[in-house]
């Protein structure tokens, strides 16, 4: 399942103007009429089909196109998706035809109004998931630690801009023993920025075999002090040129595993709901709820 959007260019643009638009900007690929959104760090991903034709001077035109985003997905989703959305209609002011239940209808565009469309989409569509898999099958963390995971990923690539010389992991997930776990990866002690996780993958690579080491963040923060930094701080910096002893005296006892010897399953972000989204499509049955109940930050 997913949420369409229509928007209608009057007049007409010209198709070159909307494709150097898109290819200015960060995460799309352009292929014939269809743009295509995804990010790496953070899972979102989106569509824009190009509705295309020819004027009198027998140029190509964009008349209309379909934003197309999927349900089923954690609440930041919706933000990031909205984030580009309304960069595009702010630059080309488009008249908009929003079918959804709890959307815009003919416009005006806003993103209150979109996010409640989708968030309402988004509770029907895993109330639907939830005839085929109990609640429990589905990996899902507080809203609000989602928020914050998806905040790292979302800028971790002008942290690592300003942290040269040092790893800026990006937060994963992993379900052991019945509950979800954010996990970032440490490879190889290098320099670091961690974020505050529950758990630190860390890595150690050889000639030929990849050994890890699942450890409890309070362990990363006891190994952090004995190395004299300050822990007091999120995220973690780590930053050193030479691995301060503490530290390699640390990874030379370190209990290594085969990575595929992991426990547990390993999560895309985008798989992971918001615990308050499965609370919600559980109560839902024919009455209308509140979709503003998931976005209002």
């Not at 580009?84 to 565009?109: C, K, V």
């Not at 895993?126 to 609000?144: M, Q, Y």
């Not at 409890?216 to 002090?225: C, D, G, R």
Request: glycine share 6%.
């Amino acid at each position: 399942m997913s949420h369409t959007l229509d928007l209608y260019f009057e007049p007409a643009l010209r198709r070159d103007r909307v494709l150097q638009y898109f290819a200015g900007r960060k995460y799309f690929k352009i292929a014939e009429d269809k743009l295509s959104y995804g990010n790496p760090d953070t899972g979102v991903y989106f569509w824009i089909q190009l509705r295309c034709a020819r004027n009198i001077f027998l140029q190509r035109t964009v008349a209309s196109a379909e934003f197309e985003i999927n349900y089923n997905r954690p609440s930041f989703f919706g933000i990031e998706g909205e984030r580009e959305l309304s960069a595009f209609i702010a630059a080309f002011q488009p008249r908009i035809e929003d079918a959804q239940m709890h959307g815009m209808g003919e416009g005006p565009y806003s993103r209150d109004g979109f996010l409640s469309g989708w968030n309402f989409g988004n509770v029907f569509a895993v109330h639907n998931r939830l005839s085929d898999v109990s609640a429990g099958d589905i990996p899902s963390l507080p809203a609000d630690a989602l928020r914050a995971a998806w905040t790292w990923n979302d800028q971790r690539a002008d942290l690592k801009l300003r942290k040269a010389g040092c790893v800026v992991p990006t937060i994963r997930f992993l379900r052991m023993d019945g509950r979800l776990h954010r996990v970032a990866i440490w490879g190889d002690g290098a320099a670091i920025v961690l974020p505050q996780v529950d758990y630190v993958l860390v890595g150690k690579l050889t000639a030929s075999e990849k050994r890890v080491a699942l450890v409890p963040w309070s362990e990363i923060l006891e190994v952090a002090k004995r190395a004299r930094f300050d822990t007091s701080k999120n995220p973690l910096s780590l930053a050193y040129l030479v691995t301060p002893q503490p530290i390699a005296d640390w990874l030379a006892t370190i209990p290594w595993i085969d990575f595929e010897a992991l426990p547990g399953d390993r999560f895309e972000a985008y798989e992971v709901l918001d615990d308050e989204v499965i609370a919600a499509a559980r109560e839902l049955r024919t009455e209308v709820i509140d979709p503003t109940t998931f976005e209002r930050q």
